[in-house]
């Protein structure tokens, strides 16, 4: 094989990681700057501001229009999410009566579980 | 021309037909990658024993005859989805715990709903997490459990733990997890309260996006998303580093929300006057030292972590009141150190014999 300091594909390989850590090491350093910081936060601090006067135009033309507004609309998915949980809760309850009604007397009317007397092995029988 | 020295005819040859052979497969797997969907995760059988809002608890299907009588209640970060911890069959931490006979429960999260962004740092310290032990003991029919915290995780087990320091909790082993957010300094940096005002963000966006929480982790390695797409071009003839990189991946940009009162509560408790190292952090009026905590503790530490410098993680150990505590630092960043090919060998099997012992 060809010595690895020469493979074409290791040179590449190392050039790549070492230009990664470059490009990660540069830019920890400009943006641990107050400077950075400072314009990092004027510029979402406006996307968050505009993104809240949207919202509230957007909840007032939705009225307009008598259309839901984004609010409405995901208390109604919150009631039928509600509602598919209560479902959900019913029918595993059934299951179970199911379940019990099918066992033996006296049987296996809750799931089995494992005894819980499980002992550590003994030092150097770990695996 | 002569071929340099060091260089041989018939392993150039070799090494020509072996790039070309890549370069095929590349194509042919390109268009696999695109077409398909990746891998199933988080699907070791469980049961959902408890779903409120942004909360879920599982349990996890015993694998094991007999196990260890103290149960195990994973609390996840509340940025990320807790199947980190269960990959796919073979890579899941959750698998190997429940192998090795551990009684698995875990607390992880959903995107809050905007009705649910203000919920606090009470609401997951005083109600979440203590409900979710109450259920666990109820399930399990053991009054003693273990508690697994994973980064932020580790931070509310660490809150739970040193308020609720008279039981039931009996172990509590934080992976990754840091009290000194001074030595967060990117994170401090972004959150520099000379700039960054938190109240008009949370007050204008309800809950933070979790794109804002996904652009913050990446931007601690600006340049690493880039060159990993440049690596799985390069390796994507390789269908076990592309099962890989597909996972964390997918894990990695499935970033959640966070609720707006606990971020405003994180960033000004802890982020700016760093209450928990400074043994000030108090959680709806109750005192959270860490000095109150007196079970046994392990804490797990990875010497390439970028999210949690080890600085910020270092002096855990020796602000906790518990006799019984150990530190372990091992190979690995932030995610390599729970979970993925390197976590089989180093963190998991550690913790087995770490747990297996103040288990019974």
Known sequence: MADKGNDPAVIWQTMMGEMEKGFNSFGNQLMASPEFSRVMNQASGAAAGAQKQLGELMEKYLLAMNLPSRAQLVGMAERIQSIEGQLSEIKALLQQVHHNSLAPEGGYGTTQRPPRTKQPPPEGERK | MN???????????????????????????????????????????????????????????????????????????????????????????????????????????????????????????????????????????????????????????????SIFNDGPMKNLICF?????????????????????????????????????????????????????????????????????????????TDTLPLAGEYFRQTVKNLMWDNKLFNDTMTVGGREAKLANIKVPILHAVAEHDHIVPYDAAKHLITKIGSEDKEEVMLKGGHVSLVAGANAIKRLWPKLDTWLSKRST
């Open chain 2, 176 to 252: 990754t997890t840091p009290i000194d957010f001074r030595e967060m300094k990117l994170f401090r940096s972004f959150s520099d309260r000379r700039y960054f005002d938190v109240d008009k963000l949370v007050d204008s966006v309800g809950n933070v996006p979790g794109d804002m929480i996904m652009t913050s982790f990446d931007m601690l390695r600006p340049a690493s998303r880039v060159f990993s797409q440049v690596q799985l071009w390069d390796n994507i003839w390789n269908d076990e580093y592309v099962k890989g990189y597909r996972m964390m991946d997918r894990w990695g």
């Open chain 2, 3 to 161: 071929a340099p020295t060091g260089f041989d005819v018939g392993s150039i040859a070799e090494r020509v037909q072996s790039e070309v052979q890549r370069a095929i497969q590349r194509s042919i797997k390109g268009v696999e990658y695109i077409s398909s969907s990746g891998p199933s995760l988080g699907s070791t059988p469980k049961d959902v024993l408890i779903s409120r809002g942004t909360m879920n608890l599982y349990h996890y299907r015993p694998m094991a005859s007999e196990v260890y009588r103290v149960p195990i209640l994973i609390v996840m970060a509340t940025t990320n989805r807790g199947y980190i911890l269960d990959l796919v069959p073979g890579q899941s931490f959750i698998e190997f715990m429940l192998k090795r006979g551990y009684d698995v429960y875990m607390l992880d999260w959903t995107a809050p709903k905007p009705e649910e962004k203000s919920l606090a740092m009470e609401d997951y310290v005083l109600d979440f997490i203590p409900d979710c032990v109450r259920r666990v003991q109820q399930d399990s029919g053991e009054t003693d459990v273990s508690i697994i915290g994973y980064c932020f995780g580790g931070v509310l087990s660490l809150l739970y733990a």
